[in-house]
């Protein structure tokens, strides 16, 4: 077999190889990729494996990054076998993606175990903030539903921020169906790294749905903005933001932004519970949030 002249050297190889290793059809690799919802066509695994074309958009950027998972190679495995600007469309996925200084998130990350991370599919995520009379952040509750993708994961990571470094990191407590494991702060940065440990690790194809709460203490931390970040897809993200009847914000925005940088605003009102809800469907890699005015 000969590789097209424009086809990085091994890229194929590679792939087919994994493939042939992994023993599944063409259309087996498709279904799994759908359930992660990521849409890539026969002809185009078929190409992409002999050579005939290779990923250059970045929706076929982010599915190779799938594409690695599903084969069960190591990341980057396929996405380093690129060109520079596939591999510049590749750091997207990492995980601290989307973060303001991504060199501080990968340190402070470095002290938990984020080896699953990659093997969560994404399947719901719902937030729900809590804004007091003070105009400041009290707490945010967060449930989220995931599945595993092969056998193993048995912990799931949360990254919090907050904006105000000179206030106290809010303490982290589980809900349901986790426990609290590793825990990493850098309060000059306003960073806290969390690990929430479920009760067992989960096995191929198994689901499990973790709650946990972030409670801040006084003085709050001033709240202005909400946001959640996505390296990988989600199916569903849900939103709420609940403003205290003695302080309601003079104006909000629904925020969108994409792997891209492109950013998106919406104007919204808030309900007769004095809240903002936002809904995203089959979202990411990007953020999704709100923004407000006093």
Same mark, same amino acid.
């Given at each position: 077999?000969?590789?097209?002249?424009?086809?990085? &050297?091994?890229?194929?190889?590679?792939?087919? =190889? !994994?493939?042939?290793?992994?023993?599944?059809?063409?259309?087996?690799?498709?279904?799994? $990729?759908?359930?992660?919802?990521?849409?890539?066509?026969?002809?185009?695994?078929?190409?992409?494996?002999?050579?005939?074309?290779?990923? =250059? @958009?970045?929706?076929?950027?982010? !599915?190779?990054?799938?594409?690695?998972?599903?084969?069960?190679?190591?990341?980057?495995?396929?996405?380093?076998?690129?060109?520079?600007?596939?591999?510049?469309?590749?750091?997207?996925?990492?995980?601290?993606?989307?973060?303001?200084?991504?060199?501080?998130?990968?340190?402070?990350?470095?002290?938990?175990?984020?080896?699953?991370?990659?093997? $969560?599919?994404?399947?719901?995520?719902?937030?729900?903030?809590?804004?007091?009379?003070?105009?400041?952040?009290?707490?945010?509750?967060?449930?989220?539903?995931?599945?595993?993708?092969?056998?193993?994961?048995?912990?799931?990571?949360?990254?919090?921020?907050?904006?105000?470094?000179?206030?106290?990191? &809010?303490?982290?407590?589980?809900?349901?169906?986790?426990?609290?494991?590793?825990?990493?702060?850098?309060?000059? =940065?306003?960073?806290?790294?969390?690990?929430?440990?479920?009760?067992?690790?989960?096995?191929?194809?198994?689901?499990?749905?973790?709650?946990?709460?972030?409670?801040?203490?006084?003085?709050?931390?001033?709240?202005?903005?909400?946001?959640?970040?996505?390296?990988?897809?989600?199916?569903?993200?849900?939103?709420?933001?609940?403003?205290?009847?003695?302080? $309601?914000?003079?104006?909000?925005?629904?925020?969108?932004?994409?792997?891209?940088?492109? @950013?998106?605003?919406?104007?919204?009102?808030?309900?007769?519970?004095?809240?903002?809800?936002?809904? !995203?469907?089959?979202?990411?890699?990007?953020?999704?949030?709100?923004?407000?005015?006093?």
């Amino acid at each position: 077999m000969s590789l097209s002249p424009d086809t990085p &050297p091994g890229f194929a190889d590679t792939l087919r =190889e !994994a493939v042939a290793a992994r023993g599944l059809s063409l259309e087996r690799i498709r279904d799994h $990729l759908a359930r992660r919802g990521v849409s890539v066509s026969l002809a185009t695994l078929s190409y992409w494996q002999t050579g005939r074309s290779r990923p =250059e @958009r970045r929706a076929s950027l982010t !599915a190779v990054g799938h594409l690695e998972e599903v084969l069960t190679l190591e990341p980057g495995a396929l996405s380093e076998l690129l060109g520079p600007a596939q591999r510049g469309g590749r750091r997207q996925s990492t995980i601290s993606a989307f973060w303001p200084v991504p060199s501080v998130i990968d340190d402070v990350v470095g002290g938990v175990d984020t080896r699953w991370d990659s093997r $969560l599919t994404r399947i719901s995520q719902h937030d729900r903030v809590t804004v007091g009379p003070e105009r400041g952040e009290r707490s945010y509750v967060s449930r989220q539903v995931l599945r595993a993708e092969e056998d193993g994961p048995d912990r799931w990571v949360v990254i919090l921020h907050l904006d105000e470094h000179d206030r106290p990191l &809010p303490s982290i407590r589980p809900l349901h169906n986790c426990r609290l494991g590793r825990v990493v702060t850098r309060p000059s =940065e306003g960073l806290l790294v969390a690990e929430l440990m479920f009760r067992a690790p989960l096995r191929r194809g198994q689901t499990v749905i973790t709650e946990h709460e972030l409670v801040n203490q006084a003085p709050y931390p001033p709240a202005t903005n909400y946001s959640r970040k996505f390296r990988r897809p989600v199916h569903e993200y849900v939103l709420e933001v609940t403003f205290d009847a003695l302080a $309601l914000p003079r104006t909000c925005r629904r925020v969108v932004r994409d792997a891209d940088g492109a @950013r998106q605003s919406f104007g919204v009102r808030l309900d007769e519970g004095n809240s903002v809800l936002g809904v !995203a469907l089959k979202f990411g890699p990007g953020c999704y949030g709100f923004e407000w005015t006093w």
